[in-house]
């Protein structure tokens, strides 16, 4: 019997939906984003699907998903209504921060309100020093007394958080005893077990952050479970998380910090396994969708992640110096740079008159002037249909239908008829400055961060990575672009790709060059026991389960840390010699320099990873779609630019192309994604399926 995998990806303009057969037979659904009601997209989205291909949900093996609902949540501020329990003398570590600017210079910046206000931030007099010395007792009246007064404001959730319980957490856990007592039912995040790490703000604040949306997230999936099993789909479910890894819907309730950022996910892992599979060492994936731009960098087969990262921060460009923005989350997550550039992205035109790229965006509804849904501000979308780059009759398979004319009119009316110029030059103006806003992620994760983009390959994806990539490219001096099978659903695609994973860390700071080698060995040994002991729950044991350590490692003296794979064996002298190179390796890329022999290396925390490797190989190398290739339209005029003006295009299917290079301009058009290849590059189609573009 032929089962399938699910991937499904929510996006602010569609929802991606890719059913992988055990066959290689995939089938792939774009369904507009229910904004309202997230579950409900996904649901009948698959409902359609089985409508079309004559699948049922026994057929389902297990859905794996990646979600924006805790960041939506986050961003609208409409997450619980959360009480924080903290040491006497702390309360006000949600306001003060770290005195991180996201913006040098502004003085009209102001930080965003804390996630818990100051009546529902309550303290207990007890203290332990950072040894875990217990210096003044926890008083267990006073600490009942402060449950009783968050529970009599109506709190939705409670979190507790105590200085220095990272080496000592006999206090935190005293006052959850005291809350379940007291309110069995009610959610809880407590820091000594969500991160048992140093640094107060950070811990604070993740741990506020985890119960914020505690109770959203758990909502949400109860609704979703609902959904699928009253569609007669009781298939396991699987969240994609920040770090790339899959965990339980179970887990996810339990951690949603774990799953803020797993939307973009997805398609960097995706893109992290076909790399491997193309033996390009060095990529940097480029995800463009409806409402933002993400960029990621994967060298020698391997994600860069980031130890902590702002979420509720608005559109970041990832730069390590300019932080602070948002709330502080300190859970490892892709190494990802964004910017507010999408298909949906408004064209708009500021007081001093010149031509703007969002960051706000037309969305699912109204959506682009050119879905004739009632949008009346041009695009980024409308652009690239008056340019000829995007079919102008119809998107999505005909599914969607497109009014072209309703878009030059309005388009010429608002954006090239104020600025004193033709239609064609204020579109390509549009398009040319929609693709330097994205070229500003990519410098993000390669220039700033000590890397050549000119030794990379650009993996481009989203349903309108394609159509910018080859231009961005140009401008950074890359030679080599490729776009991936299913490009516009590869973040629900690359989620098939992705391992289950469960991260642990704690704080465990030694100077490498005096540490008791043997109590690190078993610090380490006994947290890969507990990664084990969580695997083998979930069905994972012997060669199915994989651990892997990380240690996160700064000069003595320095405020941040550098993370480091460490490979198996003990851990003796030898390896400590291998994790100081390691760290001034990594020193040097990321900021430039690195220090002498002489200056010391210190051990900040230690960290294991917990992998359950499915059964088989996972995703067969030849995926073959079940939806027909309809037969391309005629050659149409794009505009490239003024070096070139507009050209007879030839619109082809990916089938069309082969291993024999064809010259450009093309444009590949298909169900999810369109692909334009400008004059001078040439296009071939690899074993797998993927386009390559020579430029």
Not at 87 to 111: A, C, H, N, Q, S
Request: aromatic share 6%; proline share 5%; glycine share 12%.
């Amino acid at each position: 019997m032929i089962t399938y995998r699910v991937g499904v990806d929510i996006g602010g303009t569609f929802t991606d939906i890719v059913l992988l057969g055990s066959d290689g037979t995939i089938h792939t659904k774009k369904i507009s984003s229910s904004v309202g009601d997230y579950a409900q997209a996904i649901v009948e989205g698959l409902s359609e699907v089985f409508q079309e291909s004559g699948l049922d949900g026994g057929a389902i093996e297990e859905i794996r998903h990646g979600t924006t609902v805790a960041s939506n949540a986050i961003l609208e501020h409409k997450g619980a209504r959360v009480g924080l329990i903290t040491t006497k003398g702390f309360r006000d570590v949600l306001e003060i921060r770290t005195l991180r600017m996201p913006r040098l210079y502004d003085m009209t910046w102001t930080k965003p309100e804390p996630l818990v206000e100051r009546y529902l931030r309550k303290v207990v007099d007890e203290r332990v020093d950072a040894n875990g010395k217990v210096e003044r007792a926890l008083d267990h009246e006073d600490a009942e007394a402060q449950v009783n007064a968050l529970l009599a404001e109506g709190v939705e959730t409670i979190a507790v958080c105590l200085l220095n319980s990272f080496v000592n957490s006999d206090h935190e856990l005293a006052i959850k005893n005291i809350i379940r007592k007291k309110a069995p039912n009610l959610p809880i995040s407590i820091s000594c077990e969500i991160l048992p790490e140093i640094k107060e703000y950070e811990r604070t604040s993740t741990t506020v952050v985890n119960a914020y949306v505690m109770p959203i997230v758990a909502g949400y999936l109860q609704a979703l479970r609902k959904g699928l099993d009253a569609a007669g789909i009781p298939a396991r479910l699987l969240l994609m998380q920040s770090n790339g890894g899959l965990t339980t819907d179970i887990a996810a309730a339990e951690r949603p910090m774990n799953i803020i950022e797993s939307g973009p996910a997805g398609g960097v892992v995706g893109a992290q396994a076909l790399a491997r599979a193309k033996n390009l060492s060095k990529i940097i994936t480029f995800d463009m969708g409806g409402t933002t731009a993400k960029t990621a960098i994967v060298e020698e087969g391997e994600l860069a992640r980031a130890l902590e990262y702002s979420v509720g921060a608005g559109i970041m460009i990832g730069s390590r110096l300019l932080t602070g923005a948002g709330y502080t989350l300190k859970v490892p997550a892709i190494d990802l740079a964004e910017v507010g550039a999408g298909g949906g992205s408004h064209v708009w035109i500021d007081r001093g008159g010149a031509l703007k790229i969002g960051p706000e965006s037309a969305g699912a509804l109204p959506g682009p002037i050119c879905y004739d849904k009632g949008g009346k501000v041009p695009t980024v979308t409308d652009a690239n249909v008056i340019l000829g780059y995007i079919n102008p009759d119809h998107l999505v398979g005909g599914a969607l239908k497109l009014n072209s004319t309703n878009t030059k009119r309005i388009f010429s009316e608002t954006i090239a008829t104020p600025l004193g110029m033709g239609i064609d030059k204020a579109a390509y103006g549009a398009h040319q400055i929609a693709a330097s806003n994205m070229i500003r992620s990519i410098k993000a994760v390669s220039t700033e961060r000590g890397r050549d983009p000119r030794e990379f390959s650009l993996f481009a994806f989203g349903g309108n990575g394609p159509l910018f990539a080859c231009g961005m490219a140009i401008t950074l001096g890359m030679s080599r672009v490729v776009v991936p099978p299913s490009a516009g659903l590869f973040s629900s695609f690359g989620l098939l790709y992705a391992d289950v994973e469960h991260h642990y860390s704690r704080t465990f700071r030694r100077l490498l060059r005096e540490a008791d080698l043997a109590e690190v060995q078993g610090a380490w040994g006994l947290m890969a026991d507990q990664a084990i002991a969580e695997l083998a729950s979930e069905g994972f044991t012997g060669s199915h389960a994989r651990i892997r350590r990380v240690a996160a490692l700064h000069y003595r003296g320095q405020s941040y840390e550098l993370p480091v794979s460490m490979p198996d064996g003990n851990i003796d002298q030898k390896m400590v010699e291998y994790l100081e190179e390691a760290f001034g390796l990594e020193h040097e890329k990321t900021y430039g320099h690195r220090a002498g022999p002489e200056e010391p290396v210190e051990l900040v925390s230690i960290q294991v990873i917990g992998q359950g490797l499915r059964e088989g190989a996972g995703v067969p190398e030849q995926v073959r779609s079940s939806r027909s290739e309809p037969t391309p339209p005629p050659p149409r005029m794009a505009y490239f630019g003024s070096q070139h003006g507009w050209l007879k295009t030839p619109i082809l299917r990916r089938s069309d192309l082969s291993s024999t290079p064809q010259a450009g301009p093309l444009i590949v058009e298909e169900y999810d994604a369109t692909c334009v290849i400008p004059p001078g590059a040439k296009a071939t189609l690899d074993a797998g399926g993927n386009i390559v573009i020579e430029l």
